[in-house]
């Protein structure tokens, strides 16, 4: 996640979120980290945001609209809606003052059973723009050998008004029983982008149920994302980034390439109770809904 309060429109905000916001205070739920660009010492802010029910509860869709329209870019995921109604409905609370406040970019349904999933990015274009997008092929889901329940939908961003003028975002869901193979995974990714886009600047972000009985202390030695000399994990083990009773470092934010990693403020990667910070309970939250 990347955060920041802002004070003017000329600073972007990145922040990796999930069930969060930011600046950061407190106790678990999001990871956000300062973005400070290298020379001009602006910041661009992204958010990842894990979105388990998007339009059912009318309270928490409020808090929705008052994270959301903080930020530049917003990764939402867990986004259950066939006929994209909900998402629709949240870019109009979004523009209600100006249709152009906010734009998207969302993935077909992904998954390999009925159950099917979104990712979704909301973006300021007066702040980046999006220059390309794709549909990560990991291989032939009704031959049973593709690599991801939900493969990544990467989108390249662009800004004037940063060092880091182009990078991408790599967004993933893991499913919990193959977490530590998919995250492993997530190193082909990488590799991926760059030959397509000849990008070094990359960040991959999400849900990656990181932590507890889904991927252990044994399994991170066989992880290249996490073995490779490359990345920079910013969200450690012993984070909480869940607003229950567990204490689970499920989400985080890797960062690939030399500009990027260096315009990342040093220990701003920090847990964000937003349950606790809008009140919420955990039935609100669904914090208690099974991990998919």
Known sequence: ??????????????????????????????????????QQKE??????????????????VEVTFQILS????????????????????????????????????????????????????VFRPDQVSVLDSYLYDDGCEPCGNDTFNREPSVVKFSSPFTQVKEFAIVPLHAAPSDAAAEIDSLYDVYLNVRQKWDLED?????????????????????????ESPPFQWLIPDTADTT????????????????LLQRAVVPDSAAPFDFQAAFGLSEQTTGEKTEKR
């Open 70 to 121: 903080r930020y530049d870019i917003a990764l939402i995921q867990e986004v259950r809606d066939s006929h994209l109604t909900a998402v629709g409905k949240l870019l109009n609370e979004l523009n209600q003052d100006d249709p152009n406040n906010y734009h998207h970019v969302v993935s077909e349904p992904l998954g390999r059973s009925t159950y099917k999933e979104r990712y979704l990015f």
């Open 43 to 60: 910041k661009i802010d992204t958010e990842e945001y894990q979105f388990l029910i998007l339009g059912r509860i009318p309270v928490f």
């Open 243 to 258: 607003v229950s009773s567990t204490h689970c470092a499920y989400d985080r934010i890797v960062v690939a390439g030399p």
């Open 202 to 226: 990359i960040m991959l972000m999400g849900d990656f149920n990181a932590g507890c009985s889904y991927v252990t202390t044994s399994h991170w030695s066989s992880i290249r994302l996490r």
């Open 1 to 38: 996640m990347l955060s920041g309060a802002l004070e003017s429109r000329k600073d972007l905000c990145l922040l990796e979120y999930t069930h969060a916001s930011c600046p950061p205070a407190g106790k678990a739920t999001q990871a956000a980290l300062l973005f400070s660009d290298l």
